[in-house]
Every structure is written in C-alpha cells, then in structure tokens.
C-alpha cells in the first residue's frame, strides 16, 4: 500500500467528537496527536475532549435513552447488520488505519476486521432473542412476568490493542439490547473508533445512540460521566488497576459493570503433547497481535523432558520472524505501542536473565525510528522472577520446566490473574481435569486461540467480571424486571 493511499485514507477519517450525531469540535481547544509507533510520525490531529464535551455526550445518551430503547429490535439489529456489510466493503480500510495507529502486520489487522465485525452479525441476530418468560406463581393466586429492559445508557472505554474489535464487542451488544452509548477509545489509537462511527452512521444510526469522545485526560472526563445518576453502565476493558480504580468509583451510582482486565495466561504443554501442534500454538498465543493481547500465553509451562525441545523449536521459528513497519510485505512482527512497553520488556527480559534465565534469541530493542522490541526466547525461568508475576504485553517467550500434573497445576494458578489458559495434550482425562483445575474464565484445549464472537470472553480473580460475546454478552446490558399480577380467573 503505498502511503498516498494511507494519505487518502486518513484524510476520510474524522478528526472531531461525535456527539447527537454530529460531528463536533471540542470545547477545550487542545488536540491529540496521533502518532504510527512504526515510525514516530504524526498520522493525524484530532479533538481532545474536555469535561463539558463529555457532559453534553452525557445529556444526549440520555436523552436519546427512551427512544432507542423503544426502537424495535427488529429495527435495532438490521442496523447493526447493515454496519456488518459495509465493513466488509471497508475491510481494507479498516485493516491499514489499525496497523497505522497500533502497528500490528497487515494481515492480522485484517484479521481483526474478521473478529470485530463478527460482533455486529453476532448481536444483529441477539438482538431478536431477548426474551422473558410468564409463569403462575407457585400457589396458584398470582401471575409472574418476567422480562429483560435495557440497562440505560452505558459509557464504554475500550483499550489501544484491538482498536476495532473492544469497540464492536462492547457497541454491538449494547446497541442490540436497546442501551444507548458513549465510547472513549483510547488515546493512542482512537482513529479505528472516530472511523467506526462514520461507518454507524451510514448504516443509519439514528442521532444521539451513539457517542464517541477522543481525550487526552481519561480520568478527568470519566469522573463526571460516572458520577451522573443518568449513566447505568460502565463497559471497561483495559489494565487491572486501571479497572480497579473505576470499579470503586462506578460504586457509587451502583452501575451494572462489565471489567476486561490483564492477564498473565499460562500454557501448559505435557509430555504426551503433539509437540508440532503446541508449537503452532505457542507461536499463536504469543506472537499474535506483537504479544500485545490480554489473552496472550506469558508463561510456557513445560513438562521437564520436552523443554529444551520445545524452547528449540519455539527459537527457530522465532529466527524466522521479519520485523518492520506492518503495512511491508512479509513483516510478521510491528513495533510495540511505544517506549514503555520496549522500556517494560527490556526489563522483564533482564530480570529473568538476572535471575538465571538463559536468553536463547532476541532480548533488546531495535535501534533506529520507531518502537520496536526483537522477539526473544528465554527459557529456565526461576521462580520469583518478574516476567512470572507481570502481564508482559509484548513478544516475548519465556519457559518454565514443569515435573509433574500437580506442580503444572500449582505453577499455572499462582498468579492473581485468571483470563485465560491453554493446555497441550493428548489424554483427554489430563484435558478434563485441567479445565476444572486452571483458575480462569476461559481454556484452549490443544488450540493457541480462543476469541470468538459466539462465546463468552471473560475472566475471573483480577482479570475481571462480566462476560463480553456470546449469549452472555447481551445480558450485560440488560436488566431483569419482575412483575406479578392477580390470578385473572379469581
Ligand atoms: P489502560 O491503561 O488500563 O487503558 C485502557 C483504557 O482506559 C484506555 O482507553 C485508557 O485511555 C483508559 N484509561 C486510563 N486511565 C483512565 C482513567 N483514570 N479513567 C478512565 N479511563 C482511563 O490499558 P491499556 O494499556 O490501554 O491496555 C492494555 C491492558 O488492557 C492490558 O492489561 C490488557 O490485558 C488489557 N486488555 C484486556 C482485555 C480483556 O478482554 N480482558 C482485552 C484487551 C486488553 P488513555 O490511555 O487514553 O488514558
């Protein structure tokens, strides 16, 4: 792609706030700039919502609140089906801003125009199925109807490494069960979400569902929003303090909440393993998206007589990676987000190596333009060492031997983090135990992938609440409403 198609591009994303379905200047009178972490360059300016902007989205989200919800849901779901269609005509375009704005390689930012739009199909098709029920109450003297209202209007924040699928897979359900919403993407990458609500529109969006507000001071706006009796719901995804913080605040107005927090994923391969299958795995679940997914294995616990075998193969095919800006041929490998997190992998590496680790391939960072970090192998990782206990967001492999089921079992749950697990091997009965066995809200079974918009992503201890896809997903935006009625025949 040359880059006066991506010249042509960003001049067709808007770079104001979208609010009561216009697109708005903000009031502050500051901008953001936002910058291609593959090159350090400006990629656009765009508004920088202040407190009144984000209290003026708050008034719309409430005011549109009756209408929405009063909108059929028929209606409701073939808009979110139409907005489905016409990203698939934009798949292109969607695919190159992502790797613009966060780096990832072409091809899996294409990927991600997979994924995410699969949240629009999958909740134009919830968004019929909301159902209650009526029953007679258990003495015979009175009728029970049940039924699911929506929750009211929801502020969404959504995190820098999945810049199009965390906003559909919160927007779709939200949408579909008659919510209106206020997104606030993040700072870093808010070009995908400024670009989608360009796409809502011209799917037909009435006015006012929808409101996206692009800041530079998250917390500042956030604390007015959460603190108006009007919002019902806060939709978070992103760090686990982060989470935390909001969770406390959000007690306060009592609001439904839905919190995708960190990970720190273990993936476990036996003995008895398809070792070419868990190295395919291996590479998915860490390597995908830079290493920069909640999701991503960050411990590689390995039956102690299959390690160095595995580390091997693991090095090779991480040899064979090519680095670069995502939108070049071949590149398998973008930059990370920023310095920081080449500051933070620089560090988690060292300090396993410190601490007795071997460094088997990369372990620094690149020099020249732009943020990028080598892919790196370590393995003989000791206990007690950082890259154990932290979330490492970034392209970076680290190995742990492993004796015997229990000591996996035990290596695998010491963390206050519970997303996600993967296991690798051929005993079924080994396979069943572990899904009871592994603290977390989700498991791959011989697989390095598990999102789908069909299931309920979602963790447990630190890694948050609430389940985001699936049949689950809908109900985190609605509430249930009982009412009884005399029996009509006394
Ligand atoms: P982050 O720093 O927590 O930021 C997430 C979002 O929160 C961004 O929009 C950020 O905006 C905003 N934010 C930060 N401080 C805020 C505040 N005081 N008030 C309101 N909003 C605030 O996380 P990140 O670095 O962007 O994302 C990486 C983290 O997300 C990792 O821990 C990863 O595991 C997690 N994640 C979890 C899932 C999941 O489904 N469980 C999925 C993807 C990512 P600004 O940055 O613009 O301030």
Redesign the pocket.
Known sequence: MSSSSETALLARVPDQLFIGGQWVDSTSGRSIDVRDPATGLVLKTIADASVADARRAMDVAAETQASWAATAPRVRGEILRGAFDLLQERLEDFALLMTLEMGKPLAEARGEVGYGGEFLRWFSEEAVRIHGRYGTSPEGTGRMIVTQVPVGPSYL??????PLA?AT?KIAPALAAGCTAII?????T?LTTLYFAKLLQDAGLPDGVLGVL??????????PILADPRLRKLS????????V??LK?AANNVLRTS?????NAPFLVFEDADLDKAVDGAMLAKFRNIG?????ANRFIVHESIADEFAKRVTERVKAFTIGRGTEDGVTIGPL?NEAAVAKATSLVADAVKRGATLLVGGSAVEGDGTFFQPTVVSGVQPGSDILRE?I?GPVLSIIPFTDEADAVAKANDTEYG?VGYVYTKDLARGQRLIESLQTGMMGLNVGVVSNAAAP???VKQ??LGR?GGSEGINEYLSTKYTLTPNPFN
């Open positions: 924040i959504t995190p820098w490494n999945f965390m897979r606030k993407p993040a700072a870093l808010p692009t800041t530079s001071t998250s917390g500042e706006i956030t604390t978070f995804t992103g760090s686990t303090p982060v989470g913080s909001l605040e919190m995708e927090l960190g990970g920069e997914a909640c999701t991503a987000i979330e967001f997303l992503f979602g963790g890694s948050g985001e």
